[in-house]
């Protein structure tokens, strides 16, 4: 337990992070056990109002697995993979969409509104906010990737103190919907806005030298470094897309990257107001 002076110590060291990014975006795919865990998921939201409240502007980009699961077997469709991504047909996009959509986006909304925060869920549909193209050869296959993003009805909402909350659901042109990785939703948002900050909530701490052992974590890597991380197999298997999609937002203009663990209570104020962080940043070479 903290004293009154360690307390003190605590502010006193976030007040130049806030003031750095006062004003500035931070986009935050929120997924894994910080969503599944009913005390950590309200301490996320308590973190993501705080920052609201000290000027930054939060997006909460989201997806839902566990949840499209449940529901899927509730209707005795059997969820399928390959590779690490869902097979998507047009019975289980139907699914994603309203549980994604009609649930889990309404319920994060709802947390935030009922702890006093401004929230509004929407999905790439709304405002044609992200046009979806799709990812597979097959006709009977939704898993979608983004094509464009229109930044004008975010701008609006932050502009006016609105905290979005988005599901990684879009459309194409014609109007079918698609299936989209939230990880690929939040570095498309975030490189579209010039965010300062794109923060993926993880299950793990972050980027590890050795992955049996959270002592190794690497706090700070540049553009180069990650790729001879990658080179030389440090990162590997499912941290790959992760580690792709935050080189891909850097290159577009965002100005750090993290890959966090989501376990960790208040994950998003240690890694943003503290000078040590809790995970990993990714930032260009010459930073």
Not at 265 to 282: F, R
């Amino acid at each position: 337990m903290l004293d009154d002076f360690e307390r003190v110590q605590v502010l006193s060291e976030a007040l130049p992070f806030i003031q750095e990014f006062a004003g500035r975006t931070v986009v935050i795919k929120y997924g894994g056990a910080a969503m599944k865990n009913i005390q950590l998921k309200n301490k996320v939201i308590e973190d993501v109002l705080f920052l609201s409240y000290i000027g930054l502007k939060p997006i909460l980009i989201h997806g839902g697995g566990p949840m499209i699961n449940t529901w899927l077997e509730k209707i005795d469709i059997k969820p399928e993979f390959k590779d690490g991504i869902r097979i998507t047909d047009a019975d289980t996009m139907e699914v994603v969409e309203m549980v994604l959509v009609g649930k889990v986006n309404k319920d994060l909304v709802t947390l935030i509104n009922k702890k006093n925060g401004k929230a509004v869920g929407l999905s790439g549909k709304d405002g044609q906010l992200i046009v979806a193209s799709s990812l597979s050869r097959s006709e009977n296959d939704f898993v979608g990737t983004v094509a464009t993003v229109d930044t004008k009805i975010l701008n609006l909402l932050l502009t006016e103190g609105y905290i979005p909350v988005i599901a990684s659901v879009a459309a194409d042109l014609n109007g079918q919907a698609y299936n989209i990785n939230a990880d690929t939703v939040a570095g498309s948002i975030a490189s579209a806005l010039n965010a300062e900050k794109l923060i993926l909530l993880t299950d793990t701490p972050g980027i590890l030298k050795n992955i049996n052992d959270n002592t190794t974590l690497m706090k700070h890597l540049t553009m180069s470094q990650v790729h001879h991380c990658k080179e030389t197999n440090i990162i590997s298997g499912g941290m790959i897309p992760k580690v792709d999609c935050c080189l891909r937002a850097l290159e577009s203009g965002v100005t750090s990257t993290h890959i966090i663990d989501g376990r960790v209570e208040h994950a998003l104020l240690l890694e943003i107001l503290t000078s040590e962080g809790i995970g990993s940043m990714l930032t260009l070479d010459n930073v």
